[in-house]
């Protein structure tokens, strides 16, 4: 009876954890979207910004706040082994879902959908390696507030550190990639492109997607490497 509780209970945690992400991956969709409609650019990567934080601020405490396909890949990276890898893939769809149902809200809702691209004669290169370089800080922050070997991160101190690096990122990348460095987003944002914006297409589809993931990677060996804290077991503090 106890291990049969303890299995619901589990898996009643894990679709509250897919439920957050969704929710907070259509909070985060929507707000983009709807900062289509504004005439100026410059409030658009503070209304980005503190977009994650509340998302960040709901989530956190449920599904760990990922919102983010790269910071999915890098969490699952470091605990490889431990953890069942189908959760992660569970949290992406989701996040991507939550994307989707944004985009299509926005565009039943008759407003028009939020096209980033690049500009300023930016190259494919620089934007690609720039996604990459931020996506590594980024998961690092990620990867050192969730550590289990930490005190562990308040949900509003992990909700203003998280909103405030996005600022941060969307006022850097914004001219030159349009601020995306969530795979979730990129793609949630490229399917609703094609659906709904025929004449419209992205040359940086594919590095919305794949640059995040390279950062990440590197991010988590990173990490590993040089940052990570390691669980002491009570057996080794006693001589």
């Known amino acids: 009876m106890i291990d049969y509780e303890k299995e619901r209970e589990r898996i009643h945690r894990e679709k509250g954890a897919y439920f957050a992400e969704f929710i907070g991956s259509f909070f985060i969709n929507f707000t983009m979207h709807s900062m289509n409609r504004t005439t100026s650019s ?50 992406v769809l989701f996040q991507v879902l939550g994307g989707l149902a944004a985009g299509f809200l926005i565009a039943f809702m008759g407003f028009s959908l939020i096209l980033p691209d690049h500009n300023y004669d930016a190259t494919i290169s620089e934007g690609a390696s720039m996604m990459a370089f931020f996506t590594f800080f980024l998961c690092l922050i990620y990867l050192h507030i969730n550590d289990p070997a930490k005190p562990k991160t308040d949900a509003v101190v992990a909700g203003i550190v998280i909103g405030s690096t996005v600022l941060l990122i969307s006022m850097t990348l914004g001219p030159a990639t349009g601020g995306i460095i969530n795979p979730s987003v990129g793609l949630s944002v490229g399917i609703c492109r094609m659906i709904f914006v025929a004449t419209e297409s992205s040359n940086l589809l594919y590095v919305w997607i794949l640059s995040p993931f390279v950062g990440a990677f590197f991010s988590n060996y990173f990490y590993q490497r040089y940052l990570r804290a390691h669980l002491v077991k009570p057996s080794e503090t006693t001589n």
């Open 42 to 91: 410059a409030y658009t990567p503070f209304v980005i910004g503190s977009s994650f934080f509340l998302a960040v601020f709901l989530s956190y405490r449920i599904s760990g706040a990922h919102l983010n396909a790269a910071v999915t890949f890098a969490t699952w990276f470091q605990n490889r082994g431990t953890e069942d890898y189908t959760k992660y893939l569970y949290y």
